[in-house]
């Protein structure tokens, strides 16, 4: 018998419920402990999926008014016996329930114990258990949308349909291979190399995503550089949508980075402001000059910005130059005034470039697709199965590089036992993505990221 936990599930702080969930055989016994209905009911006579108003009890102290919710096995998120005591919010009642719970016979529940029961349990698999966590923590609508998608079983679907056909494929040459006296019909080779193939396809496609999808989901590391006075605070504040950043005509006000995590289309900018980029001999700007450079290296996009109306001079230049690789959006500023920047020597340098007017809000639309084409996810439907961490790539990428030597083999004349050798093994890493075949390691380092309550 699975002890019974329990857990506050909702965030501590001020709040008009707090919810505390207890899940285990004994869940409901548990909770009648702590808990007197207004009509005398006690909560294990009750249905699943039934509610009750009444008080929470510690022994004789009566607590608070609250509201249980009771689930009963296996209609409910973990699959077990489950109740949710519904508080008023706030960090001393909720604990103070909690607490009432645990004294009545129920263990703190470990961090993602709920839902690794819930996997446990046959409620979800691997995939849909990462994809709450995802949810949670989605910083956007695209990332909340893509992580509902696989939480919704869209890529165990797809990987199912993928394994299913390997398995049919497997069997079929294990079968020929086994039983020679029976009236098996013969592997065709065509048939085989195109039910690969077909694997391969739709496995790569899933691969090609994953760059794309990991920006939607974790964000990307965005450096806003530029010449003090050509505009990079004004369109800070203006993509953050507050004054994060000091707009003055005095060179070098910024100074240090600035940091704030925007929205822009589809895609979360962690953004950074930095100190304007020039040469110069005040020891504090120059500290913060040589920061931004560090960063230009180690970031994901940058956004270089330049001043339409001036001329390019050797700072403008040097900073180009510092780009190298990094990918990188040149944004002209003040495209509202007459333009003598030396336009084309900007654009062989950048790998987009973008006009607009950050003191009039003009030109945003641009700099959003611009965007979303370099990182990948103008061409991502949000609705698409995507991965969703490195573990299930890892599984990916190591069903694709069995497929081919199950594709190369096949092509190269050898025996059919090493073609069948092959496609077990991506059968085995299809399985662990899926959790299926995952060792205790691996759900283990599952759950251990999720916040505790879920």
Not at 358 to 385: M, P, Q, R, Y
């Amino acid at each position: 018998m699975e002890r019974c936990i329990a857990a506050v599930s909702t965030p501590l702080g001020s709040g008009g419920i707090g919810v505390i969930r207890i899940s285990g055989d004994d869940s409901v016994f548990v909770a009648d402990k702590v808990f007197r209905n207004v009509n005398g009911k006690k909560l294990c006579s009750m249905k699943g999926y039934t509610a009750a108003y009444g008080k929470i009890y510690d022994g004789d102290e009566a607590i608070d008014e609250a509201v249980a919710t009771v689930f009963i096995a296996p209609h409910s998120y973990t699959g077990e016996n489950v109740v949710e005591l519904s508080c008023h919010g706030g960090m001393y009642i909720t604990n103070r329930v909690l607490r009432a719970v645990l004294n009545a016979g129920a263990v703190l529940a470990e961090a993602g114990e709920f839902t690794k029961r819930a996997f446990l349990n046959g409620k979800i698999d691997l995939t849909e258990s990462e994809a709450v966590m995802d949810i949670i923590s989605a910083k956007g609508k695209a990332a909340a949308r893509s992580a509902l998608t696989i939480k919704e079983g869209r890529l165990r679907k797809e990987i199912d349909e993928v394994k299913q056909s390997l398995v049919e494929s497997a069997a079929h040459l294990s079968a020929w291979a086994d039983y020679p006296e029976e009236d098996i019909p013969e592997v065709s080779e065509s048939s085989l190399l195109e039910n690969i193939g077909s694997a391969i396809k739709r496995l790569d496609k899933l691969l090609k995503g994953y760059d794309a999808g990991k920006v939607i989901k974790e964000g990307v590391d965005t450096l806003i550089i530029g010449k003090p006075n050509v505009g990079k605070s004004t369109l800070m504040n203006l993509l953050s949508g507050c004054e994060k950043s000091i707009v003055t005509d005095i060179p070098g006000t910024t100074r240090d980075i600035i940091q704030e995590t925007v929205v822009l289309g589809s895609v979360t900018l962690l953004l950074s402001d930095t100190a304007g980029m020039r040469d110069t001999e005040n020891p504090i700007e120059k500290i913060g000059v040589e920061m931004a450079k560090k960063r230009v290296k180690s970031c994901g996009l940058v956004l270089a910005v330049f001043d339409a109306s001036r001329p390019l001079d050797k700072n403008d230049n040097d900073m180009l130059e510092l780009l190298g690789d990094v990918p990188s959006i040149a944004v002209i500023n003040k495209s509202d005034l007459e333009s003598v920047a030396d336009t084309k020597y900007i654009e062989s340098k950048v790998n987009k470039t973008v006009y607009v007017s950050a003191a009039k809000g003009e030109g945003i639309d641009e700099l959003t697709h611009a965007v979303e084409v370099l990182t990948g996810t103008a061409e991502l439907d949000e609705n698409s199965v995507i991965l969703s961490n490195e573990r299930q790539r890892e599984c990916v990428v190591s069903a694709l590089s069995s497929l081919n030597d199950a594709d190369e083999a096949l092509k190269a004349g050898f025996t059919l036992d090493a073609v069948t050798v092959s496609l077990e093994e991506a059968i085995q890493s299809l399985l662990e993505l899926t959790g299926e075949r995952a060792s205790e390691v691996v759900v283990h380092n599952v759950f251990s990221k999720f916040c505790v309550g879920k």
